[in-house]
Each structure stands twice: as C-alpha cells, then as structure tokens.
C-alpha cells in the first residue's frame, strides 16, 4: 500500500464517517474459534461497556463520493469536498493491521453511494467477507445497509456482519422529501423489513439446529436527524416507537444536526448543534424501551416538546403528581419503576430487599437510589420527608436549584487549584 495514500484516504473517510452516531453496539455472541483475530462477545462501540471498559473501532466510510445530493449531508454530490475511496483489499489490510497494533477491536463500514446500492453494497460485504473467511476475524463488523440493495446482499451481509443498520435519516417522510428528494422512504423500509424476517427464521432455526450459521447476531439499528426539520419530539418519539414496534430494532439513535451546509431549506450554518435536545430524546427512548412509558405518556397533542430543563422521567412525575408518594415498602415494580432517582437495577434490588426488611432511606441510598430526587416521591419506613405538601412546580425549582448548587461548588474547587 502506499502509505502516504492511504493516510490521506483515511483522514478524508474517517472524518466523513463521524457524523453517522449509530455505531455504539452490544449484545453480538460471535465467539472466537480456532485462534482467530478478535472476539465480538462485549459488543463494540465508542463507549463503556457494562464492567466499564472503553472500546474502540474503525469507523470510516468506504467513499465518500454519491450520486444523492441530500441537504444534510457533507458528502453531498454537489458539496465542493475532496473526494476519496478504498478498495475493499484496503480496508481490510487496515483492519487487520490495526487491530493487530491493539488501536481498534472491530469494524464500522458506511459509504455513499457509488452508481448504485448494489454496486455499492456488493463492496461493503466483500470486505466483511474476506475478514471472516481470510483472516479468520471474530472481532464486531456493523455494516451500513444501502437502502435498495437486494435481499440476496442483504442476506449474505447478515452472514458476516455483526450487525447491518439502515438510516432512516429524516424522523418523518415529509422531512425526507424536503430534504433529499431523490430518496424513497420505502426504499429504505424494505431492507428493514427484510431483515427483521431474517433475523426471526434464524433464531427459529438455531432452536432446531444446533449448527445453524449466524446471522447479525446483534440485530439492526437505524438512525435519524433532529433539528434539520421542524418535525416535534413527539413526531420524532411515534416514529421510533413505530419501528420498534414493527421492525424488532435493537435501537435507534439520535443525531443532532450539525450545519455544515448552506441551504434554505435547513438551519443557519451559525445554529448551535441541539445537544440537549438530543440527550433528552435518548433519556425518552430509554423510558420507552427499559421502563414501560407509552410515548404519549412522556410528549403529547399539549406537550410536543420535551423538557430541556429536567429530565423525562422527572417530567412525567412532575406532571402526574397524584401518584405520589409511593411507599417505597409496598408499591408494585411498574410503578417503583417511575420514580425519578430510581433506576432498574435499583428498583429490582428494592423489590428483593425489602423481602427481608423494611426499607429505610439509608437502605434505599445503600441500594443505589438517587435520594435527591426520590424522596420527593416516595415514602420509606421513616418520618424524615414525611410531612410536606409540594406541588410539582416546587419540586422542579428545588431540584433544579440543587444541581445548580452542586455545579457552583465543584466550579469553585477547580479554580482554586490554580
């Protein structure tokens, strides 16, 4: 390879590639067999795992040359950029050699579109093909589905990607056509659609046949943009639920727009990126999926927009204050479930403690619960916070007040270190 090139190539690719936020992945089995390279068995992400270990992987794009000219994208057929792209044998000699260095522990392949998905899709499989049946690789492989690419190349891209995601992009199809024109929302539901099916037959299949080959282990994921378009968190949540729902995602990831182009039809390129916005969103996908909250229950018709100031969760609580208090000591899982400050870990040790017990609030502290936000909502076996008539309202300005407290005093000790 000439190095120099190469560099070059990826410095181009790997920058392209940092705009796509769905690579974080988990829940991959695919043992390493035989001495090969890698083991895919923690999942692989730009985060922590469970025990705390941070792990990495190379995320770059296979080019960034495309034949689409959607609004949102740098690589944009008509954006003015230096073009680039691998061949599949140089992907995979930069794979290989860099996990052997101990830099990466797998693989995030994207592209823009080539000529055609096909075309385009053939290649990203070739390079996961040759990692696994060349270089005998086991570490994690997420593959970027091309959306219109056939079933065939979907199928044999499950066979050798950990996981295959298809980016929705825009939350609602109006979006879409105001965004990318050129693109058919369906286009991208098929392949979906496809691999759901897939995804099912083979789980049937390995209960009946122990050597049944693997196939995206981990499952599909999708992503979509917010705040290129006016749609609301509302919209945005239906949507997710929506594929949830009828396409067995693992998940589905968040991006905040970041203007990077001049458009009318988007953003002023000076428009600050919606971080919070964006965290909010994750906080209510969590609730959705881990804590049995129904979107309307978190945004609706009178509240279409989430609560930049405090959570979901507390929102909720706010907003539904004739629930509470809770006895922490008799309440049902469901509902110790929708206490803020409580997490599922806790609120399951909670129900296996207090088997043994009445719970106190040093119990419930011992147990992990954030008391600073609880105790506003449940009762325990003792009279501390017992006596008080707060509205929702109060309790907002309290927490809000106490965090802001907190942020002054830690502030305050850095600065008197220098």
């Known amino acids: 390879m000439d190095a120099d090139r190469i560099t070059e190539k990826l410095n181009i690719l790997a920058d392209a590639a940092k705009y796509d936020v ?5 829940g991959s089995k695919r043992k390493n067999e035989n001495k090969g390279l890698g083991n895919a068995s923690n999942g692989i992400c730009h985060s922590y795992t469970e025990d705390g270990r941070c792990v990495s992987l190379l995320k770059i794009l296979l080019t960034n040359h495309c034949i689409f000219d959607c609004a949102y994208c740098v690589s944009r057929k008509s954006n003015d950029i230096k073009r680039a792209g ?4 140089e992907v995979v000699d930069l794979t290989i050699n860099f996990y052997r260095r101990n830099y990466i522990e797998g693989l995030f392949l994207s592209s823009g579109i080539f000529k055609d998905a096909d075309f385009t899709m053939e290649r990203l499989v070739r390079v996961a093909k040759k990692l696994r049946t060349e270089h005998n690789f086991h ?8 959306p219109g690419a056939s079933d065939e190349l979907m199928h044999e891209a499950g066979l050798y990607a950990d996981r295959l995601s298809v980016n929705l992009e825009m939350p609602t199809e109006e979006g879409l056509k105001l965004l990318a024109p050129d ?10 659609n496809y691999l759901k099916q897939e995804i099912i037959q083979n789980t049937e299949e390995k209960k009946l046949f122990k050597k049944t080959p693997l196939f995206a282990p981990a499952g599909q994921s999708t992503q979509v943009i917010v705040g290129a378009t006016r749609e609301t968190d509302q919209q945005v949540l239906n949507s997710a639920n929506y594929f949830y729902q009828n396409f067995n995602l693992k998940r589905v990831y968040y991006s905040g727009y970041v203007p990077v182009l001049a458009d009318n039809r988007l953003p002023g390129l000076h428009t600050a990126v919606p971080m919070v916005r964006e965290n909010r969103l994750y906080q209510a996908d969590w609730l959705m999926r881990f804590y049995g909250f129904k979107v309307n229950e978190i945004v609706n018709e009178a509240q279409p927009l989430l609560d930049l100031d405090i959570d979901p969760k507390l929102s909720w609580a706010i907003r539904n204050m004739q629930v509470f208090p809770l006895d922490i000591n008799k309440a049902s899982l469901q509902l110790i479930l929708r206490v803020p400050g409580i997490g599922v870990q806790s609120a399951q040790k909670i129900i296996n403690a207090r088997k043994f017990r009445k719970l106190t609030w040093e119990n419930l502290k011992l147990l992990g619960v954030a008391l600073n936000r609880a105790k506003y909502f449940i009762t325990c076996n003792s009279n501390i916070f017992e006596k008080r008539d707060l509205v929702g309202t109060s309790i907002k300005q309290f927490i809000l007040a106490e965090s802001q407290s907190k942020y002054l005093k830690n502030k305050q000790q850095q600065l008197s270190l220098f």
């Open 139 to 146: 570490g994690y492989i997420h593959l970027k589905s091309i």
């Open 183 to 192: 693109k058919n929302r369906q286009d991208m539901i098929q392949p979906m």
């Open 86 to 89: 691998f061949t599949v044998q």
């Open 22 to 26: 769905s690579c974080a992945s988990s």
